[in-house]
């Protein structure tokens, strides 16, 4: 069965930094590109980025590019999402996903993590 | 970006009747759209590959149809498990998503 599982919801202050992941299995994780996507509260989705693990090659949304930083571990099938300096606006929640192999459409995602910025 | 815009915002059905979704692409998407449902509280999942093909365990209830610019998705008979919002998805060009859908009972 695959599964995406990530981390753990996170309250964090402005300015601090993150790190959240995303473990995927049942399947080869390094054969899969894996997306990144937000949701705002009470808002819509917007896709962030897309890294394969196999080789980290990573693309970025316009939109993100130079917020956040994907990566992956392959030796334990873990794809993260980190940022450097949050701000209130990253309160979220953030969804890993899993690109279906031939296509392009997301057919797996994980169950979220709540990102919470306040200080 | 391909901008996608769905209509209605909110759609209010009873039990039993049917739904009827639509999805619009700022540019031509050929036929990749996909359909996605999700409930209070949960991650998205996947309904709609393909404009028209259904996922694995999808309900026959659900369908969909469209190419190009315009999509449609419609729920024959609604269940009380169908009310929940529903987001149409472009993957022609990077991913963008609709604003969603919200489908009430009624």
């Known amino acids: 069965e695959v599964q995406l599982v990530q981390s753990g919801a996170e309250v964090k202050k402005p300015g601090e930094s993150l790190k959240i992941s995303c473990e995927g299995s049942?399947?080869?994780?390094?054969?899969?590109?894996i997306a990144w996507v937000r949701q705002m509260p009470d808002k819509g989705l917007e896709w962030m980025g897309i890294?394969?693990?196999?080789?980290?090659?990573?693309r970025y949304s316009p939109s993100f590019q130079g917020q956040v930083t994907m990566s992956a571990d392959k030796s334990i099938s873990t794809a993260y999402l980190q940022w450097s300096s949050l701000k209130a606006s990253d309160t979220a929640m953030y969804y890993c996903?899993?690109?279906?192999?031939?296509?392009?459409?997301?057919?797996?995602w994980g169950q979220g993590t709540l990102v919470t910025v306040s200080s | 970006e391909v901008v996608m815009t769905q209509s209605p915002a909110t759609l209010s059905v009873s039990p039993g009747e049917r739904a009827t979704l639509f999805c619009r692409a700022s540019?031509?998407?050929?036929?990749?759209l996909a359909w996605y449902q999700q409930k209070p509280g949960q991650a998205p999942r996947l309904l709609i590959y393909?404009?028209?093909t259904r996922a694995t365990g999808i309900p026959a209830r659900f369908s969909a149809s469209g190419s190009g610019t315009e999509f449609t998705l419609t729920i024959s008979s609604l269940q009380s498990e169908d009310f929940a919002v529903y987001y149409c998805?472009?993957?022609?060009?990077?991913?963008?998503f609709g604003q969603g859908t919200k489908v009430e009972i009624k």
């Open positions: 996903v899993r690109r279906e192999y031939d296509d392009y459409y997301f057919d797996y």
């Open positions: 393909g404009a028209s």
């Open positions: 998805q472009q993957y022609n060009n990077w991913w963008t």
């Open positions: 049942g399947y080869r994780f390094t054969s899969y590109w």
């Open positions: 540019q031509s998407v050929s036929s990749n």
């Open positions: 890294i394969y693990p196999g080789d980290s090659d990573t």
